[in-house]
């Protein structure tokens, strides 16, 4: 196990080395995120076909969702294993390649976390929607469809920010997922990030914040071009999805990379791990790599 005494974790080069290796990789990140752009659009496009057909548009979110979280499970094993694994195919297959029930059990018990850790962001943030519906209504507010929205979205970030501090140092047990570390549990990823939950929040938040900013305001700049150059429905829909999404996939990346960094630094890889750095010694054959 390499670098299992370092343990100084400075925020600011975390970061430069998860820009440095996007930069680096930049063509392999086209390579992935091309097909999740074009699902994306086909998803908003979709909610755009069945809003003009029967008057509602449909909420989505959860397969933008599902495919966001595959990429940054690929971009992990760009990190962690180098190009020739950074596959979806590979993604898909590694864990059941000869150990099927021990390896349905692990993703059974990952998907079971995820959940849990989705009704632990998901309960606050509708207590604070309910919160702020009823506040809001007391003053005499009328509730409408967009200011339920504003307010869910407000509440979310709320939610986020509290839980951020947890969410950061239980990151890392994703690393440990790609990688294949089945001895290391949840606890174990605890009780070593123990201490570095500062350093650990502040990589998460500069790697998220720039992005977050930038989709955030960049998507009604976009709807406004897209109405004064006469674009509506489906190219409207393109227009604006493309970019949103580009960023939001290059925000993620870059989390990711800082998160595979911190892992590295403070729990350590195997030899062979993370093959763009001179020292991490040579590359495991197939058979070891996960």
Known sequence: MRDRGHKTLPIRESIRESYVFFSSHFLHFLRLATPILLLWIIVDIFEVYIEQSRGVRPDLNFIISFLSAGFSLVWYRLFISGPEDATYWGMLT????????SSAMAVFRSVTRLILLTVAILVPTLLLSIMLMLFLTRQGAIMTPELIRQMVFLAMGV???????VLARISLYTVSFVLGRKSLQMRD?????RGYTLPLWGILMRAFLP?????????????????????TGFGQAAFITLPVAFLSLMMLAIMVGANAEAFRKLIGMREGDAPHRPTAGPKRTAETAF
């Open 94 to 101: 590694h864990h059941f390649r000869g150990r099927s029930k």
């Open 159 to 165: 939610a986020f920010l509290l839980l951020s501090p």
């Open 189 to 193: 990823v605890w009780r070593q990030t």
């Open 211 to 231: 992005y977050a900013l930038l989709v955030r305001y960049s998507e009604p700049l976009l709807e406004h071009l897209s109405l004064q150059w006469g674009l």
